[in-house]
């Protein structure tokens, strides 16, 4: 199947500082990527959808100036979590559909955790 | 509007047991899919299957299987002979709209 990979993988930083996480397409074009956050123990939340050269689309309650998603090409979102706070300490998923299709095919990336010290 | 419910928390089973994992949807439209995923402690999504709202057919896997109800509203999934690899925590997701719906997921512990 189609591969999605994050990195980092994981990322530990300090407060205030802001930290920039990458979803790339390995083996297929994208036009709409999907960043989640998940807590602890809890399902994943979806955070916002992601189009190619057009602005993200933000889920209620998601600030978009701290969370800040572009994605520039076909194969490449990325997620930056701008002055990063212990609050923002989560693990961060993205997903990617294949271009042209509305089947919900999505791939999953692995994961990237996020510390904020 | 779009919900999936995951009732069981945590599910505890001894290795070789069946269990059954629940998964009830709400939506009102009349396409949607309906997906179940693995979540290992590492944390990545594991795909299990996806099943187009049009088709109900029980589908199985090796020890895997589904069971879809429309009339319910269920899309259970059903392990048989649980191994210790089985234990993860499984999310029932709707998807339609470009919107993934997850439940709230199942943790799964299969003791030896």
């Known amino acids: 199947g189609a591969v999605v990979s994050q990195h980092p993988s994981w990322v530990i930083c300090k407060s205030g500082t802001s930290v920039k996480i990458e979803c790339r397409s390995l083996?297929?074009?994208?036009?709409?990527m999907f960043w989640y956050r998940q807590f602890p123990k809890q399902s994943l939340m979806l955070m916002a959808t992601s189009n190619e050269g057009s602005k993200a689309t933000y889920e209620q309650g998601v600030e978009k100036d701290k969370f800040l998603i572009n994605h520039a090409s076909l194969t490449l979102s990325t997620l930056t979590v701008t002055s990063a706070h212990p609050e923002d300490s989560s693990f961060y998923i993205c997903?990617?559909?294949?271009?042209?299709?509305?089947?919900?095919?999505?791939?999953f990336g692995e994961g990237s955790r996020l510390t904020v010290l | 509007a779009q919900k999936v419910t995951q009732a069981q928390t945590e599910i505890s089973v001894v290795e070789k047991e069946d269990v059954t994992l629940d998964c009830v949807y709400e939506t009102r439209d009349t396409t949607y899919y309906l997906f179940w995923y693995k979540q290992p402690p590492s944390g990545e999504l594991v795909f299990l299957i996806r099943?187009?709202?049009?088709?109900?057919q029980n589908e199985i896997s090796g020890r895997y299987s589904w069971n879809f109800q429309k009339s319910t509203s269920s899309f259970n999934f059903t392990i048989t002979a649980s191994q210790v690899v089985d234990s993860a925590v499984y999310f029932c997701?709707?998807?339609?709209?470009?919107?993934?719906?997850f439940g709230s997921g199942t943790k799964l512990n299969v003791k030896p």
């Open positions: 083996d297929f074009q994208a036009t709409t």
């Open positions: 997903s990617a559909e294949v271009a042209q299709e509305n089947t919900g095919e999505l791939f």
């Open positions: 099943r187009n709202s049009f088709d109900e």
């Open positions: 997701a709707l998807y339609n709209f470009n919107k993934f719906y």
